[in-house]
């Protein structure tokens, strides 16, 4: 059985504190769903950090290869250990203009006969996939991709880009964390990739850009409530709950559109999920698998809340 999980805090002088609970001591495949998705919570987490703490912070959870990535604004991680590797998008900070251009860039691009693409997050990507490609290409470990927020589609296009590659490694499976909308219908469908896209209650990062210009959300849902517990809430009763998640944070002087698309508070609320988990498992109870925490995606856009 996996170890308890126990807070490991890495801090730079004058920062924000992360505060990390994952442990990986064997292959990501072998950990349960839960637990591979606080990993690369986390990692997407680290990915915000400058290297010399991106490199502390990934050794302390089990990675103890770290390589950042850089061009013209775009970043990604290369973290690995002996089984496997992780791809990390950079989300987006508030001070770098790259990062708003591409998120404020609202037009699409044509990628073939693969369809259309946000243009802004798809240069993102062109900034940095000939080296990532590189360093991936004969790399027999497994390979896996997260991000968060502009991270999440930087990661999405990563994955489907090396699910069309010659990299030796397929993809194993992506995770995303508040994600907006990539591309239209043709493109989230063209690559057959797991992936897993994680949603905080209010997060109005996974509402843009908005559907009526064409664009549609891809992979398969988690949902986060408004307490951060994992439900497969839907229509009228996802609704309620986003209501009621807006409201409680209002009466904490807290606008939940914005603060529900923290990457802290998603890796916070999947390792309140993981401890749940084991505490059930320690008990002898029947523990969620899989198909009990995720939405599975209809590719129907009439169907996705978001």
């Known amino acids: 059985m996996s170890s308890s999980l126990v807070p490991k805090v890495i801090q730079d ?27 690369l919570a986390e990692l997407a987490m680290i990915a915000y950090n400058d290297e010399a703490e991106a490199s502390r912070a990934a050794e302390a959870i089990g990675f103890s290869e770290s390589q950042l990535f850089e061009h013209d604004g775009a970043q990604a991680y290369r973290f690995a250990n002996a089984q496997d590797v992780v791809l990390a998008c950079r989300g987006t900070e508030a001070n770098e203009w790259n990062d708003l251009k591409a998120d404020a860039n609202a037009s699409m691009a044509v990628v073939g ?11 993102e990507v062109d900034d940095l996939w000939p080296v990532l490609e590189g360093t ?25 880009r090396c699910k069309a590659s010659a990299i030796v490694s397929n993809p194993q499976e992506l995770h995303t964390y508040g994600s907006p909308r990539i591309g239209n219908k043709r493109y989230i469908r063209h ?21 009526w ?19 497969k ?13 807006f409201m409680a ?13 923290s990457i802290h508070l998603y890796a916070q ?31 129907d856009e009439s169907e996705q809340n978001d």
Request: aromatic share 10%; hydrophobic share 40%; glycine share 8%.
């Open 136 to 160: 991936l290409r004969e790399d027999t470990r497994p390979v896996w991709f997260c991000g968060h927020s502009l991270g999440a589609a930087m990661a999405t296009i990563c994955a489907y």
């Open 249 to 261: 944070g209002l009466f904490k002087w807290k606008f939940d559109l914005l603060a529900d698309h």
């Open 233 to 245: 809430l839907k229509g009228v009763w996802r609704s309620r709950d986003r209501w009621r998640g």
């Open 191 to 211: 690559a057959e990739l797991s992936h897993y896209r994680w949603v905080h209650n209010n997060d109005v990062v996974t509402r843009v850009p908005p559907a």
């Open 13 to 39: 002088v004058g920062e924000v504190p992360l505060v990390l609970h994952s442990d990986v001591r064997e292959p990501l495949a072998n950990l349960s769903f839960l637990r591979r998705g606080l990993a």
């Open 113 to 123: 006969a693969f369809g259309k693409v946000h243009s802004g997050f798809n240069q």
């Open 213 to 231: 210009l064409g664009y549609r959300h891809g992979g398969d849902e988690v949902y986060l409530d408004r307490h951060g517990r994992i439900r």
């Open 269 to 299: 609320h999947i390792a309140t999920a993981v401890v749940q988990e084991d505490r059930k498992a320690s008990a002898g109870r029947e523990t969620r698998d899989e198909d009990d925490l995720v939405i599975r995606n209809k590719q």
